[in-house]
């Protein structure tokens, strides 16, 4: 990780690879935030069929986002009615045997 810190100097910044207020993550601190956290759950994914990668193109995608874009500006949707999804299924250039 490095975290950048502004200076007076406009435009300057200062790069540290380790914030000195964060400590190395521990052996097991996924589990134990695991068990603090149970509501967070995990989820397994998987690629997608060879027919649907062979149909998808960078100019496909551009168009959907486009058209999705365009909808959530015409109907100004509120942030809080915006769901996650899943965008793994978009990926270009990996298949089930790359």
Known sequence: MTICTATSDPGVFLISKTPPYLHPLGKGWLDRFRTRHPQIQGIWTRQIEGVRHNAISVAAL????????????????PAERTYNMDESGFAIGASQSS
């Open 62 to 77: 551009k168009t959907w986002f486009d058209a999705v874009t365009e909808l959530f500006l015409q109907h100004q949707y």
